[in-house]
């Protein structure tokens, strides 16, 4: 396995929390149109879970969700960088080594079993 894959792997972990925030945020109102009256203010606090999940992944992949396997320097700013994903989440190609150690992004780490 190659830090790529390993540092894909983690990101793709973090966004799918993300996703799964957004989602919450957005079912907070459908949910509270079920429970509660119209026009009642309580809505909002269905809606807080979600926020409150987006905010906290955001926070934590900037600052330690997304690590080199080497050195465990932060790639997030390299990884975050939204016009490279092409599709899924993903450390850019064009990053060859990491901008920390030195180290190459596509040697395969031998992992003892």
Known sequence: MTPREIVNRRLRRWVALLFVGFGAFAAGPVVASQILSDNDPKFVLF??????????????????????????????????????????????????????????????????V
Do not use: H
Request: charged share 15%; with cysteine; net charge positive.
């Open 47 to 112: 809606m807080l879970p979600g926020v409150a999940l987006i905010i906290g992944v955001s926070i934590y992949t900037m600052f330690a969700g997304v690590k080199c396997p080497y050195c465990n320097g932060n790639l997030a700013p390299l990884a975050l960088f939204w016009p490279s994903w092409r599709g899924r989440p993903c450390l850019p190609a064009r990053y060859k080594f990491c901008p920390c150690c030195a180290r190459s992004f596509d040697q395969v780490i031998e992992r003892p």
